[in-house]
């Protein structure tokens, strides 16, 4: 019988506190007055090298789930690199979004995206294709690697407040076509934010 743990149940049935550890590794920093600043940024890059175990792994240590971070829309950076014209911030979202490599099939998946967020009246404004290096991850990861794309809608007719259910909507009906549609290469097809 192991020492009771302090804070923990007792040890009944299959149960034993003394199994119990530390769960994935989560960090957050922000500043406090919701500026937004670059040191933040390099702050939760430090956050992530540190961690240990940022999600499960496989039998190869380089195909972990990953991880990232969340910052607010860098809208300045955007206008300056993107292609087509962007609203002003508050009226567009931005998110990331997993696609097959095949083309026809990474086509077919962008217009399910582009008639779910246009049948909530919101509109697809573009895509961007997103620099990524795969030179960390393992050969199981690399051999099933998505393309990732991030996608930029407009709040068209939309209200501000209701902008983010309509968002989700959009979402929602997306992976459900997809699914319905049984369209090839549909397992790549993950919206991410």
């Given amino acids: 019988m192991h020492a009771p743990v302090i804070g923990m149940p007792q040890a009944q049935g299959l149960y034993d506190p003394a199994h119990e550890h530390d769960a994935c590794g989560v960090g957050f920093i922000a500043h406090i007055d919701g500026a937004a600043s670059h040191d933040i940024i390099r702050s939760g890059i430090d956050i992530l090298r540190r961690?240990?175990?940022?999600?499960?792994?496989?039998?190869?240590?380089?195909?972990?789930?990953?991880?990232?971070?969340?910052?607010?829309?860098?809208?300045?950076?955007?206008?300056?690199?993107?292609?087509?014209?962007?609203?002003?911030i508050g009226?567009?979202?931005?998110?990331?979004?997993?696609?097959?490599?095949?083309?026809?099939?990474?086509?077919?998946?962008?217009?399910?995206?582009?008639?779910?967020?246009?049948?909530?009246?919101?509109?697809?404004?573009?895509?961007?294709?997103?620099?990524?290096?795969?030179?960390?991850?393992?050969?199981q990861a690399r051999a099933t690697e998505p393309l990732v794309r991030q996608v930029f809608v407009g709040?068209?007719?939309?209200?501000?407040?209701?902008?983010?259910?309509?968002?989700?909507?959009?979402?929602r009906r997306a992976e459900n076509q997809v699914l319905r549609?049984?369209?090839a290469g549909n397992e790549y097809f993950y919206i991410n934010s």
């Fill in 91 to 139: 009226d567009y979202a931005t998110g990331l979004v997993f696609l097959p490599r095949e083309a026809a099939a990474r086509e077919a998946c962008q217009r399910a995206l582009k008639a779910g967020i246009e049948s909530t009246g919101c509109h697809l404004l573009g895509w961007r294709q997103v620099p990524t290096d795969n030179s960390g991850i393992g050969s």
């Fill in 51 to 88: 961690l240990t175990h940022r999600g499960a792994v496989s039998a190869d240590p380089l195909d972990g789930d990953g991880a990232g971070i969340t910052i607010q829309i860098p809208d300045t950076f955007y206008r300056e690199i993107i292609e087509f014209t962007l609203p002003p």
């Fill in 181 to 183: 549609e049984g369209l």
């Fill in 155 to 171: 709040r068209g007719t939309v209200t501000a407040e209701r902008f983010p259910l309509m968002l989700y909507l959009g979402r």
